[in-house]
C-alpha cells in the first residue's frame, strides 16, 4: 500500500462535557457492575497507557507489529504508529513526557460487512464497559444522504445506526467519564474502510489536552504521510 489514510478520533471529543453539563449524565443500568470479559480489547489498550516509549516498541514488536513512523501533534504530544506487515490493522499510541495516554487500534480492511462488523464489536466493548459508570455521552452518524446527526445517548444512536446500516458512512460514538475516554469509530473513505476503537487515560494525560475539555472538539483528520516511512 503506497499510502495510508486514517482518521483518528478526537482526543477528547467532549464538547458534550459543556453542553450537557447540566442534564444527569447517561448511565448504563442494565447490570450492577461491568463484566471485564466484555471488553477486552479496551482492556488490552488500557494496558498500553503510562508504558514509555522503549516498553511500547518491545510490546509492539512482539506483537508482530512494525514502527512505521512518529510525528507531533503539538508542543506536548507525539503520534507513533505502528503497522501490521500485511496492513491488516494498525496501532496509534499518543506519547506526552514518554509516557503514552492515548492508545487507539485500527482494523483496516476494504469490506465494508467487516468493517461494520468491527464497529458494532467495538461499540459492544464501549458499552459493556461503562455499565454502571457514571458517565458523559457523545453520539454522531453520517449516512450518504444526512450528515452529522448527533445524540446524547447510545440507545438513540443505535436506532438511527441500524435503520441507517446501509448508507453510514461516518459514525463515532464516545464515553467520557472522570479519568478515562472510550470512543469506537467508523469510516469508509476512498475504498479503505477503518473502525477503530480508542482508549484515553486521563491520569496520563498533560495539562494542554485537559484543558480541551472545557472546548467543543470535532473529530480530527490526520494524515500520516508526512511521516510514514516511505
Same mark, same amino acid.
Given at each position: 500500500?503506497?499510502?495510508?489514510?486514517?482518521?483518528?478520533?478526537? %482526543?477528547?471529543?467532549?464538547?458534550? =462535557?459543556?453542553?450537557?453539563?447540566?442534564?444527569?449524565?447517561?448511565? =448504563?443500568?442494565?447490570?450492577?457492575?461491568?463484566?471485564?470479559?466484555?471488553?477486552?480489547?479496551?482492556?488490552?489498550?488500557?494496558?498500553?497507557?503510562? +508504558?514509555?516509549?522503549?516498553?511500547?516498541?518491545?510490546?509492539?514488536?512482539?506483537?508482530? !507489529?512494525?514502527?512505521?513512523?512518529?510525528?507531533?501533534?503539538?508542543?506536548?504530544?507525539?503520534?507513533?504508529?505502528?503497522?501490521?506487515?500485511? @496492513?491488516?490493522? #494498525?496501532?496509534?499510541? #499518543?506519547?506526552?513526557?514518554?509516557?503514552? @495516554?492515548?492508545?487507539?487500534? $485500527? +482494523? #483496516?480492511?476494504?469490506?465494508?460487512?467487516?468493517?461494520?462488523?468491527? *464497529?458494532? +464489536? @467495538?461499540?459492544?466493548?464501549? &458499552?459493556?464497559? #461503562?455499565?454502571?459508570?457514571?458517565?458523559?455521552?457523545?453520539?454522531?452518524?453520517?449516512?450518504?444522504? &444526512? =450528515?452529522?446527526?448527533?445524540?446524547?445517548?447510545?440507545?438513540?444512536?443505535?436506532?438511527? @445506526? %441500524?435503520?441507517?446500516?446501509?448508507?453510514?458512512?461516518?459514525?463515532?460514538?464516545?464515553? &467520557?467519564?472522570?479519568?478515562?475516554?472510550?470512543?469506537?469509530? *467508523?469510516?469508509?473513505?476512498?475504498?479503505? %474502510?477503518?473502525?477503530? =476503537?480508542?482508549?484515553?487515560?486521563?491520569? !496520563?494525560?498533560? $495539562?494542554?489536552?485537559?484543558?480541551?475539555?472545557?472546548?467543543?472538539?470535532?473529530?480530527?483528520?490526520?494524515?500520516?504521510?508526512?511521516?510514514? +516511512?516511505?
Amino acid at each position: 500500500m503506497k499510502k495510508i489514510i486514517f482518521i483518528l478520533c478526537a %482526543i477528547l471529543s467532549v464538547g458534550v =462535557l459543556n453542553s450537557c453539563k447540566d442534564e444527569e449524565p447517561e448511565k =448504563l443500568t442494565t447490570n450492577n457492575v461491568s463484566d471485564p470479559s466484555k471488553y477486552k480489547s479496551i482492556t488490552e489498550l488500557k494496558s498500553y497507557t503510562g +508504558k514509555t516509549t522503549l516498553e511500547i516498541d518491545s510490546i509492539m514488536s512482539e506483537k508482530g !507489529y512494525v514502527f512505521y513512523g512518529e510525528t507531533p501533534l503539538d508542543e506536548t504530544t507525539n503520534l507513533r504508529l505502528f503497522l501490521a506487515s500485511d @496492513y491488516s490493522g #494498525m496501532y496509534e499510541l #499518543m506519547i506526552a513526557k514518554d509516557t503514552i @495516554y492515548v492508545s487507539v487500534f $485500527a +482494523k #483496516m480492511t476494504t469490506v465494508r460487512d467487516t468493517g461494520l462488523y468491527y *464497529f458494532e +464489536k @467495538y461499540t459492544d466493548e464501549c &458499552v459493556a464497559k #461503562m455499565v454502571g459508570v457514571n458517565h458523559e455521552y457523545e453520539g454522531v452518524c453520517s449516512t450518504d444522504i &444526512v =450528515l452529522d446527526s448527533s445524540f446524547t445517548t447510545h440507545q438513540n444512536f443505535w436506532n438511527f @445506526y %441500524i435503520q441507517n446500516k446501509s448508507t453510514v458512512n461516518i459514525c463515532n460514538e464516545t464515553w &467520557v467519564t472522570n479519568t478515562e475516554v472510550v470512543s469506537s469509530y *467508523f469510516e469508509e473513505d476512498e475504498g479503505t %474502510i477503518m473502525p477503530m =476503537l480508542m482508549y484515553v487515560n486521563m491520569n !496520563y494525560a498533560p $495539562a494542554s489536552i485537559l484543558g480541551e475539555l472545557t472546548k467543543k472538539t470535532s473529530l480530527k483528520k490526520i494524515n500520516p504521510s508526512k511521516f510514514i +516511512k516511505k
